[in-house]
């Protein structure tokens, strides 16, 4: 991140004077150079600057201090350093309030839980998402998942909303494969939990009562190796 510094010669007279129009300034600079994010729109007010500031006599400058990273919603605090001969002689801080608005998925019929994401019953709509940190945008890709839980008609979708398809559903069918050494048998089994590729399941081997951990490896497919 580039430091952005606003050099303040103040020589004249006893005393220097910072000005709240100085950290406005420097604040604006700093806050269109670091709230570019793709698909969003931003806009800040400033909520509160310091006072004007009395200072020794002497030639200063203000900077953004880098020591904590730029909230990009809602309210943030950025500190501004004072500097005389490089050395920091006062730290205030400015508050501003972001506000962010983006094209998100809005439902327009009822999903229901565990129903594959139809786009075709989703609208994009450009909404102010401030107060939203779950909201799923429409630079999202939304193949291969489902819901989580029902989702309302005309209800923003959300992260929390949503999981990926598993590969392995509970109570499916599925091709039981037994590794060892070189050898691999195949059998049946029935799948007792939701799996995704690369997960351990419980699946019960057809036929039994007998359970086993298993690898999902494939879609309907799930591995035990015997070492």
Known sequence: MTLLVIILMLIGGEKSVVKPTDF?????????????????????????????????????SIRVAQTQPLLKKGYSGI?????N??????VVLCSVFIRTFENVFVA????????????????VSRIETTNMNDAITAMMPLAGLRTKRMVKENSVLQRSFIEEIPAVKRDQAV??????NNLTIGSSGIAKEDGLIGEEILVQRVGTRETVRAKVVGQSIVEIEIK
Do not use: M, W
């Not at 150079?33 to 030639?59: A, Q």
């Not at 500190?79 to 500097?83: F, R």
């Not at 327009?108 to 609208?123: G, H, M, Q, T, Y």
């Open 79 to 83: 500190p501004v350093e004072i500097v």
């Open 108 to 123: 327009i019929r009822p999903f229901e839980k565990n129903e594959e994401i139809d786009a075709s019953f989703l609208v």
């Open 175 to 180: 091709s039981l494969l037994v590794k060892a």
């Open 24 to 60: 406005q300034q420097l604040i604006d600079q700093y806050l269109k150079e670091n709230l570019h994010t793709d698909g969003v729109e931003t806009e800040y007010s400033f909520r509160s600057l310091p006072n004007e500031i009395i200072l020794p006599k002497g030639e200063y």
């Open 85 to 90: 001969d490089g050395k920091v002689e006062r």
